[in-house]
């Protein structure tokens, strides 16, 4: 990558940015709207399905210890022409991200979609966010132990479908998704999953605190 960097740098002519004029921020009513803007893309029932099942699997996946996993959506295990590819905190945060912002905001689907009987300029609501992450969630119970490990079916992956869940469908948006699974990391009770959730977004909701220590390894 050095050759194809270098060549920036000489062209800019500078050893950093630290001279360069940024505009100033601006308050704007074109700010405001922005704030719940939806920028034009494809939305897909196939997109919100492979966010879901791709998020959970992460969920589960951190559950376990592994901060970076090679995944793929559970509709394409088995099939070696879809590859798996490599999820981190970040990634998860993306997709979580992307399914608040159409599910809050009701952003309208761009294609039909048979299954579920979705058509083309429907919004994305709560009825349509419960059917696939249910189905989604069935789909890794069911899968082999070479996709989903078959000891976290009953102990990290409902936590993580818990937490998927929570982050999504909650009117505030949370500010991490690496805090919640922070929280339960070690835990397999999904009755104390849920109350450390909604202890994080109730103090959040309410005074802005962000709770970021895990009860089980405070001293």
């Known amino acids: 990558m050095v050759h194809i960097l270098r060549s920036v740098w000489e062209e800019l002519g500078k050893d950093n940015q630290l001279g360069r004029e940024f505009p100033p921020l601006t308050y704007t009513r074109e700010d405001v709207d922005g704030l719940v803007l939806l920028e034009p893309a494809p939305r897909t029932v196939r997109g919100a399905r492979d966010l879901l099942s791709v998020a959970l699997q992460y969920g589960n996946a951190f559950g376990r210890g592994f901060q970076a996993v090679a995944l793929k959506p559970a509709d394409f295990f088995g099939d070696a022409d879809v590859l798996y590819l490599m999820e981190d905190m970040a990634t998860g945060e993306i997709r979580l991200s992307i399914l608040w912002e159409w599910l809050q905001k009701r952003a309208k689907f761009t294609a039909d979609d048979p299954a579920t009987g979705v058509r083309a300029g429907d919004a994305f609501g709560a009825a349509l966010f419960a059917r696939l992450l249910a189905e989604e969630y069935e789909k890794l119970l069911r899968a082999g132990d070479r996709d989903v490990h078959d000891d976290s079916k009953a102990t990290t992956l409902p936590i993580a ?38 202890a994080y977004i109730d103090a959040f909701e309410r005074d802005g605190t962000r709770i970021t220590e895990n009860v089980d390894f405070v001293a």
């Not at 818990?162 to 929280?183: G, S």
């Not at 339960?184 to 999904?190: A, I, K, T, Y």
Request: charge should be negative; glycine fraction near 2%; aromatic fraction near 8%.
């Open 161 to 198: 479908r818990e937490i998927v869940e929570a982050y999504v469908t909650h009117h505030v948006k949370p500010p991490w998704y690496i805090d919640l699974l922070n929280l339960n990391l070690d835990n397999h009770d999904v009755a104390s999953a849920k109350v450390r959730i909604g």
